[in-house]
């Protein structure tokens, strides 16, 4: 494991690209706004306030109201981050009311406007919307202040994203200072890495940072969203027979869906490899690390009625029906390249229970299991075992619907 603890940084503003921006008396939608070239579209306005307004001469904080279409907004008040606000997949739009801080005179108030992505099925695509819908200031004497028909300036994409700093060309184009602590909102990370030795898979654990994306070499590893967390629900069982649910076997409740992301070693050079980080909300960079992944033990199990390969099925030579005669599923193990099956820890043919690495037995268990397996995976570097009474000695318990599970070692 490498530790990537020698950053620099840059902080992304609002009018970076002063030839990028535009004026509108109405508050744009996003997609058709960006014509999908960047993730992110700023929505700027100015407002006057007077010393006599309640909330100057009080404690009391006027609140500003956003309607989104989605997916994303971050609020900047002055320059300064007041606070985000997201949709979710059944819901994408959303209302965010923020109590944030002004002061006499003038106030400046961006919008970071964000997507996380376009659909990639479904109908109707030019239906799709996105980006601010409505902003509304409260708490002023005269009543509510409606912004959305105001004067609003635009600003399509990150200065960063224009001037490609995340690549090896761009990243000289700006001036990166050294950090060692958390940093604001906005904030671009660089460091210089060099690669593990090996030919094992890498792979690059961001768990330490909120929202943003990541490039290593100017290739695009993906966006991230580690502070989005799944929400609590019951992630201790799993049985997906009979009707299917949304919410059968779910994983990672209150986590976020992923914290792990392959880096190909095609992308990366021996040493000197440009790794950059752009974080929107902020994050603890010292915690990102990049690591070897080595596979020490592959784990399956299926079900005896679970439907067999596609790849087994066979067209009869009359009316050219598909038959499944004499066809059963099979469960495959495959080690990485260059380890093979070593020994198998855990083998049930019966109705064992549990997940990977943590295998138990259950009521219903054929003696024959672990030598059937054995037999067929020992010294392989991948084997396939048919699911099937007949493999392991005969129907160990008459009735029971039946699955196989297995645990082996690679080395």
Known sequence: MEQLISWETFQENFGDIGNAQFQKQSLLEHISTTKDTTDYLWYKISVDVNEDEPFVMSNIPPVLAIGSRGH???????????????????????????????????????????????????????????????????????????????????????????ATIYSDTGFVSVNWTSSSTP??????????????????????????????????????????????????????????????????????????????????RSWLRPTGNLFVLFEETGGDPSKVSLLTRS???????????????IQSWQKAEVNSEVLHENVEPSLRLNCSV????????????????????????????????????????????????????????GDACVGTVKSLAVEATCS
């Open 72 to 162: 994303v907004v971050h609020v900047f008040i002055n320059n300064n981050y007041a606070g985000s606000a997201h949709g979710n997949k059944t819901n994408p739009s959303f209302m965010f009311e923020l109590p944030i801080s002004l002061t006499s005179g003038n106030n400046d108030i961006a919008l970071l406007s964000v997507m996380v992505g376009l659909p990639n099925s479904g109908a109707h695509y030019e239906q799709k919307s996105a980006g601010i819908s409505s902003v509304t200031l409260q708490g002023f004497k005269d009543g509510t202040h409606d912004l959305s028909q105001e004067l609003w300036t635009y600003q399509i994409g990150l200065f960063g994203e224009m």
């Open 183 to 264: 940093n604001p909102p906005l904030t671009w990370y660089k460091a210089v890495i060099d690669v593990p030795d090996g030919d094992e898979p890498l792979i690059l654990d961001l768990s330490g940072m909120g929202k943003g994306q990541a490039w290593i070499n100017g290739e695009h590893i993906g966006r991230y969203w580690i502070s989005f967390l799944a929400p609590v629900g019951d992630c201790s069982t799993c049985d997906y027979r009979g009707n299917y649910s949304l919410h059968k076997c779910a994983t990672k409740c209150g986590q976020p869906s992923q914290t792990l992301y392959h880096v190909p």
């Open 295 to 309: 596979i020490d033990s592959v784990c399956a199990q299926d079900f005896e009625t679970h439907p067999p390969s």
């Open 338 to 393: 260059g380890r093979r099956i070593s020994s198998i820890k855990f083998a049930s043919f019966g109705n064992p229970s549990g997940v990977c690495g943590n295998f138990v037995k259950g009521t219903c268990h054929s003696v024959e299991s672990k030598v059937a397996v054995e037999k067929a995976c020992l010294g392989q570097r991948g084997c396939s075992i048919t699911i099937s009474s007949k493999e392991f000695g």
